[in-house]
């Protein structure tokens, strides 16, 4: 598809930010200008939707760069300027502007009208609310703090044979057959985590006590309970977390258990080592799908193609334009994401490929977040397109899935075929504990602000005991265990944006299930719902998409056991 940036109607077309007063007199025309006409309120609605769209893809660029060379200090201080000079700058207009689109008469008379403008108005309604002047600088120097975090964790680097891997690459061995391979690089990967330990604990301690001073400031006891609030959970509550929580530990729990304990048997194991938790039981090699990657981008376009050509349309268009940088490299930021550019309409696509099978499910993933912007970019307002989590988190995992039938392109082998597919609900089933587990670990960390670094250990332990399966034999690396929190992204970048990932992943199953019953509809039925974007309630769009927003017990034993039966039938072929 062919795709360029539309022409602007407000702002000029050769903008460049690189002051707070290149930009200064769009914020001071939206706020002085009269609104007389509900014709005059939409054109204002729009006008203020462009500068967003132009504003929010200006940062994401600057991140975008930031994160593929960490390096340089020239990137650094270009993304640096952005959130420490132009955004502390914005966020006194954004309130004068939410203030003015809430007292206009035309607002209510629109929300009657279209729960598009009702659904992003209520948004708007919650940040007048939360809005405080003296928080301004506190955002900012959160958001510059907890950048520290993708350097500290880029600069974590291991020596192996003469080469130096990234964590991403080391990691990669931990799949090797021979034992002693496996041991020395997780001793080593270990013994670097050692060397960070008490500087990410201070970098955490920091953010704590920031981000509780900017809930008080709010007018909450908390900072959990402000982030329930600034995030949005309009369509749940706490309690509905801590179901989440205990359903997760009666009915995912086991079944994770009882998978381990037959990994545990091939092993020919009483215990796991730590080193152990990812090889295979049966002595085979990693899967090992592409080798660069051209390969990986080029087999997951033709894979798109045979679920949906749009899908595969989606990508090459990214590849034509650029918005692609997959290979893990020196002095890269860890991890990968999907970067939504809002002016243009094009995301773009970030991550560590190093040929494993996760890097597979990964590109698979991000790709799901990339259709998902393209299906929505047509819409007419940016803050239509402002997904929340539980949203956009069902678009790559449910991509994750309906993939799968399709990854004969990487393995032609049935073999192998079948291998990717257990290792894929396997990990389905143990990523949910685990994002539990950090859920819950973060709802005790901002209750109990001041707590030490000692209780906040004890704490991880507390609940590592309550998610394992206590499989594994963690004498003398439990340091390692205790500090394994420390290696979660959001904990640090994103706080509470985790359990999103747990009731999207039951939505992705149950999207699955569905197209094992008719891929034509369920394919329909997820293009319709990505389609909306944020323009429908979270309930309302999965309902589109043919499945139900639900994370009550009864829910999950029943995906739980749909999981089981998909496995043995797996288990039946080898």
């Given at each position: 598809m062919k795709i360029s940036k539309p022409i602007r109607q407000f702002?000029?077309?050769?903008?460049?930010?690189?002051?707070?007063?290149?930009?200064?007199?769009?914020?001071?025309?939206?706020?002085?200008?009269?609104?007389?006409?509900?014709?005059?309120?939409?054109?204002?609605?729009?006008?203020?939707?462009?500068?967003?769209?132009?504003?929010?893809?200006?940062?994401?660029?600057?991140?975008?760069?930031?994160?593929?060379?960490?390096?340089?200090?020239?990137?650094?201080?270009?993304?640096?300027?952005?959130?420490?000079?132009?955004?502390?700058?914005?966020?006194?207009?954004?309130?004068?502007?939410?203030?003015?689109?809430?007292?206009?008469?035309?607002?209510?008379a629109l929300s009657k009208e279209d729960d598009s403008y009702k659904i992003m108005f209520r948004q708007?309604?919650?940040?007048?609310?939360?809005?405080?002047?003296?928080?301004?600088?506190?955002?900012?120097e959160v958001a510059e703090e907890a950048q520290k975090f993708?350097?500290?964790?880029?600069?974590?680097?291991?020596?192996?044979?003469?080469?130096?891997?990234?964590?991403?690459?080391?990691?990669?061995?931990?799949?090797?057959?021979?034992?002693?391979?496996?041991?020395?690089?997780?001793?080593?990967?270990?013994?670097?985590?050692?060397?960070?330990?008490?500087?990410?604990?201070?970098?955490?301690?920091?953010?704590?006590?920031?981000?509780?001073?900017?809930?008080?400031?709010?007018?909450?006891d908390n900072f959990r309970d402000y982030k329930m609030v600034a995030m949005g959970r309009f369509d749940y509550s706490v309690q509905d977390c801590f179901n989440f929580h205990s359903s997760v530990k009666s009915e995912?729990?086991?079944?994770?258990?009882?998978?381990?304990?037959?990994?545990?048997?091939?092993?020919?194991?009483?215990?796991?080592?730590?080193?152990?938790?990812?090889?295979?039981?049966?002595?085979?090699?990693p899967l090992k799908p592409f080798t660069d990657g051209k390969e990986l981008l080029q087999g997951t376009i033709d894979m798109f193609n045979e679920i949906d050509p749009y899908f595969g349309?989606?990508?090459?268009?990214?590849?034509?334009?650029?918005?692609?940088?997959?290979?893990?490299?020196?002095?890269?930021?860890?991890?990968?994401?999907?970067?939504?550019?809002?002016?243009?309409?094009?995301?773009?696509?970030?991550?560590?490929?190093?040929?494993?099978?996760?890097?597979?499910v990964t590109m698979v993933h991000e790709g799901g977040h990339a259709v998902h912007s393209f299906l929505s970019r047509e819409l007419e307002l940016t803050g239509f397109k402002s997904l929340p989590s539980e949203v956009a988190e069902l678009a790559s995992m449910s991509m994750e899935l309906l993939s799968m039938e399709k990854w004969k392109r990487f393995y032609p082998d049935p073999t192998n075929l079948n291998r990717a597919k257990k290792e894929q609900l396997e990990t389905t089933l143990k990523l949910l504990p685990w994002i539990?587990?950090?859920?819950?670990?973060?709802?005790?960390?901002?209750?109990?602000?001041?707590?030490?670094?000692?209780?906040?250990?004890?704490?991880?332990?507390?609940?590592?005991?309550?998610?394992?399966?206590?499989?594994?034999?963690?004498?003398n690396n439990e340091d390692i265990l205790a500090t394994s929190w420390q290696r979660q992204l959001h904990i640090f970048e994103v706080p509470f944006y985790y359990i999103e990932y747990g009731i999207s992943q039951l939505g992705a199953l149950s999207v699955w299930k569905n197209s094992l019953n008719n891929k034509e509809l369920a394919i329909s039925q997820y293009k319709k719902a990505l389609s909306l974007a944020y323009t429908k309630?979270?309930?309302?769009?999965?309902?589109?998409?043919?499945?139900?927003?639900?994370?009550?017990?009864?829910?999950?034993?029943?995906l739980a056991n749909f999981v089981g039966e998909q496995l043995e039938e797996l288990y039946s072929k080898d």
């Open positions: 702002i000029d077309q050769d903008l460049i930010i690189d002051s707070w007063e290149s930009i200064e007199q769009y914020f001071e025309n939206l706020t002085s200008r009269k609104l007389e006409t509900e014709s005059d309120f939409k054109l204002w609605l729009s006008d203020q939707s462009e500068l967003d769209a132009i504003l929010e893809e200006n940062a994401a660029w600057r991140y975008i760069k930031m994160t593929i060379n960490t390096k340089s200090k020239a990137l650094s201080d270009d993304y640096t300027f952005f959130i420490s000079e132009i955004q502390p700058k914005i966020a006194p207009y954004e309130d004068l502007l939410n203030r003015k689109l809430n007292d206009s008469p035309f607002s209510n708007v309604k919650k940040a007048i609310e939360l809005y405080k002047e003296e928080n301004v600088s506190i955002i900012s993708g350097a500290l964790s880029a600069k974590q680097s291991i020596d192996y044979k003469g080469e130096t891997l990234t964590m991403q690459k080391a990691s990669v061995l931990l799949k090797e057959t021979d034992e002693e391979v496996r041991k020395l690089v997780f001793n080593k990967i270990a013994n670097r985590r050692r060397d960070d330990i008490e500087a990410f604990d201070d970098l955490f301690n920091s953010l704590l006590k920031k981000r509780h001073q900017i809930a008080l400031n709010a007018g909450f995912i729990v086991p079944l994770v258990k009882k998978i381990q304990q037959a990994r545990l048997n091939k092993l020919g194991k009483d215990k796991f080592m730590p080193w152990d938790s990812d090889v295979d039981p049966e002595g085979k090699a349309d989606c990508l090459s268009t990214m590849n034509e334009m650029n918005h692609l940088d997959l290979e893990s490299k020196d002095g890269k930021s860890p991890g990968g994401y999907n970067y939504p550019l809002y002016e243009i309409g094009v995301p773009f696509i970030f991550m560590n490929a190093v040929g494993s099978h996760r890097d597979l539990s587990q950090v859920d819950e670990f973060q709802h005790w960390l901002y209750v109990n602000f001041d707590h030490t670094n000692e209780e906040r250990t004890a704490k991880w332990v507390e609940l590592s005991s309550e998610y394992g399966t206590g499989l594994t034999n963690w004498e309630s979270i309930p309302e769009i999965y309902h589109t998409a043919g499945i139900e927003f639900n994370f009550k017990k009864e829910y999950i034993a029943e």
